[in-house]
């Protein structure tokens, strides 16, 4: 058996290997990491074991030419992705302001990659080889592939396929279909011309020789006309099924972009084989003299079970990527991974995290979404969960189950996003018992979003009183085990459809839960997601009714103080936005009052019930904000990398639309879970 190596990064790797060209060579936004949660190492894997010759380019000065010439011209083509996250959401925080850290980064170094890396990078080729196929895919293609919405130039624009000059565009997970394209590019086709691969799109000059397709409107209609921009993406929406799905085409000046319809997903037999490459785990030693790359330490030590997710949270870009129709790994690939993780020199006894975009979903959400496809006019858990669901944690419960009992392994930690209300929907307590009793590190983090129906409808989740009464049941089922651990909540503030009155209903429920979260997630508008078309035309797509947008620095910094309201800090801001909402009822001593009044704002004057410290347990019990351990943590329950990665996991902190998924081929949350699980051409 052959030594396993990286992939060739320089000439003398190639020379070492006796390789004269590469067939492919990728190039990623990203530092170069040989491991399945990086879109980058699923896509260069899956083509070598294919038997193509794959040399990487990572992170390349785009000032010149020279390192994307430094593995010479490949055979068939160049293969380009932005990274594992978005690079705008990678440069820049949802207020606009330079993130301080790049976790794909050696280092977590910034500026190593430049705004729109693939559109850059495509040029930076095209100048080198100008005949040279280009083939482009990740989350920034996957997401950009219409003409979208832009939330940093606030403006629309056209399609990443378009705009970087690029052949042809992989979208979605890519690992069946990039090994279709690089078979037609060996026989001898062009990438321009490979137009019968599902999950691609690609330009042609002339739409009749396209079939069975729907047209949505051009990029000129979409960026000059609101109404025509939320109904195309309608359109889009709806299509995004690989059973039901249609070709779509959009003009784009005297092209016709044409999207081919999603791919079907892996089965469970193709999903063990591309978690069972041979990945290294790691990242290149060259990093190591700049400290490694931060991104890893998030995943090393967790496993990826599953990915897709029939939660469609309209924040979240998972649906328009991974889709909606959940695959997921068998037992035996599972616990072949974590028994192999336990003899790594580092491993400690703790497995990270178990899961995916949604941990707790195993697989399609009803029997008929194999063959009939998901429901184009309905959601599968909102406004609540349907009827044809099939609800069972079984099969779920048995590996974790199995993974505790394997020789050195201490403790199982399942991190990743739950569905709160997919567990209440499930009448046998014994996971949910099981998940308290030996899955939770002190904390759970769940994700409410918001309370007020009227914003949960605009989210795409469920309203009413499930919450509460998850909420309850975890502490009973604590407090029967004789155990002290907490809830943390995801909260989101801004988003579409909330207003000051909603922000300030969501600050009453946390005075009366007696809770106060440290950070507060801003709603994000990236690409490919239902809010962002709803935030950018003020309009919901599905309905094409009005939506009331918080557009303001000033009332989004309201709505975001009002969930910290007992943060001495957002007190003048807090009294400003109750005074504005004519919410004085609400500043005073009494037990309902959020705030002092003005003239006693430092609690000189009698002690006020309302004011309550942070980080209280919905008990009223002092909880503090907890790290993963069970100790202090400052920001327990922050989300600020507002991303997934390309798997679908939480690298740190996490997205509000971009449980991104990472590249091509990805496996996308980074923050409750959404970087965090997905991944692919990345």
Same mark, same amino acid.
């Given at each position: ?28 936004? %990203? ?10 190492? =699923? ?23 020279? %390192? ?12 380009? @992705? ?36 693939? =559109?850059?990078?495509?040029?930076? $080729? ?12 990740? =989350?920034?293609?996957?997401? &950009? &592939? ?31 279909? $990039? ?74 000046? @005297?092209?016709? !972009? ?37 991104? #890893? ?11 897709? *997710? ?6 979240? +870009? ?15 690939? $599972? ?10 020199? %580092? ?37 609540? !969960? *349907? ?18 009992? =394997? ?63 998850? &909420?309850?049941?975890?502490?009973? #089922?604590?407090?029967? /085990?004789?155990?002290?651990?907490? $809830? ?17 209903? !969501? ?14 997630? %801003? ?39 009002? /969930? ?47 004011? #309550? ?22 920001? +327990? ?16 902190? &996490? ?28």
């Amino acid at each position: 058996m052959n030594e396993k190596k990286f992939l060739p990064i320089c000439r003398e790797d190639m020379i070492e290997r006796g390789w004269d060209e590469c067939d492919f060579v990728l190039v990623t936004a %990203d530092a170069y990491v040989d491991h399945h949660s990086f879109g980058t190492a =699923i896509i260069s894997r899956v083509l070598e074991d294919a038997g193509y010759k794959v040399g990487i380019i990572a992170q390349p000065n785009w000032k010149t030419t020279d %390192d994307f010439m430094k593995l010479g011209k490949p055979r068939l083509a160049f293969l380009v @992705n932005g990274g594992n996250m978005d690079p705008m959401v990678n440069h820049y925080t949802v207020s606009k302001r330079i993130r301080e850290k790049d976790l794909y980064s050696p280092g977590g170094k910034m500026g190593l990659r430049p705004d729109r890396s693939t =559109i850059v990078y495509c040029n930076k $080729i095209r100048e080198a080889y100008k005949d040279v196929d280009i083939v482009i895919g990740g =989350i920034e293609a996957s997401l &950009r &592939r219409f003409a979208h919405y832009d939330y940093w130039s606030n403006s629309v624009r056209k399609s990443i396929l378009v705009d970087s000059g690029a052949d042809l565009l992989l979208y979605g997970m890519s690992e069946r279909n $990039i090994v279709e394209v690089a078979n037609a590019l060996n026989d001898g086709l062009r990438a321009k011309y490979i137009s019968f691969v599902n999950g691609t799109c690609y330009l042609v000059d002339d739409k009749d020789y396209v079939y069975d397709y729907v047209e949505i409107a051009s990029f000129k209609e979409v960026s000059e006309d609101k109404v025509k921009y939320a109904q195309a993406f309608k359109v889009q929406y709806q299509e995004q099924d690989p059973v039901t799905g249609k070709t779509i085409i959009q003009k784009h000046g @005297n092209k016709y !972009l044409v999207q081919n319809k999603p791919d079907m997903p892996l089965s469970r037999e193709e999903l063990d084989k591309v978690y069972g490459l041979p990945y290294m785990k790691t990242y290149h030693p060259i990093y190591e003299k700049d400290g490694g790359i931060p991104a #890893i330490e998030e995943v090393k030590f967790s496993i990826v079970s599953s990915r897709g *997710c029939f939660g469609s949270c309209h924040f979240c +870009a998972l649906t328009f990527h991974q889709g909606r129709i959940v695959q997921s790994r068998s037992e035996e690939s $599972i616990l072949q991974e974590a028994e192999e993780m336990t003899h790594l020199p %580092d491993f400690k006894g703790y497995i990270h995290d178990v899961g995916g975009p949604t941990a707790n979903f195993r697989g399609p959400a009803c029997k008929k979404q194999l063959k009939a496809g998901v429901c184009k006019h309905k959601e599968c858990l909102a406004p609540t !969960l *349907c009827k044809a669901m099939d609800v069972d944690h079984k099969e779920y419960l048995g590996v974790l189950r199995k993974m505790r009992e =394997i020789p050195k392994v201490k403790k199982v930690f399942v991190r990743s996003g739950l569905r709160y209300d997919y567990i209440m929907a499930d009448k046998d307590d014994t996971f949910f018992r099981e998940l308290i009793e030996h899955h939770v590190s002190g904390q759970l983090k769940v994700a409410p979003e918001h309370i007020s129906a009227k914003v949960l409808k605009y989210m795409g989740k469920p309203a009413g009183k499930t919450y509460d009464q998850f &909420r309850e049941k975890f502490f009973k #089922i604590n407090e029967q /085990l004789g155990k002290k651990q907490y $809830i943390i909540p995801y909260l989101m503030s801004s988003h579409p459809g909330s207003t000051l009155d909603t922000a300030i209903e !969501l600050a009453e429920y946390l005075r009366d839960i007696h809770y106060q979260p440290e950070q507060v997630q %801003d709603f994000y508008p990236t690409p490919g997601t239902l809010s962002t078309t709803m935030f950018y035309t003020g309009l919901d797509p599905m309905t094409m009714e009005e939506v009331y947008i918080p557009r303001t620095k000033e009332e989004k910094a309201m709505q975001r103080a009002l /969930l910290q309201f007992s943060n001495p800090k957002k007190y003048d801001i807090v009294y400003d936005a109750l005074m504005k909402a004519g919410r004085q009822d609400l500043i005073g001593y009494g037990p309902k009052c959020l705030i002092r009044p003005r003239e006693d704002r430092f609690g000189k004057g009698p002690k006020a019930h309302g004011n #309550i410290g942070r980080g209280k347990d919905s008990r009223g019990k002092n909880s503090t904000s907890r790290d993963a351990k069970g100790g202090k943590g400052k920001n +327990a329950n922050s989300r600020n990398t507002e991303h997934r990665n390309a798997s679908g996991k939480a690298v740190k902190g &996490r997205t509000t639309s971009s449980r991104h998924t990472g590249a091509t081929n990805s496996s996308t949350k980074n923050r409750k879970g959404s970087v965090a699980k997905g991944r692919k051409f990345k």
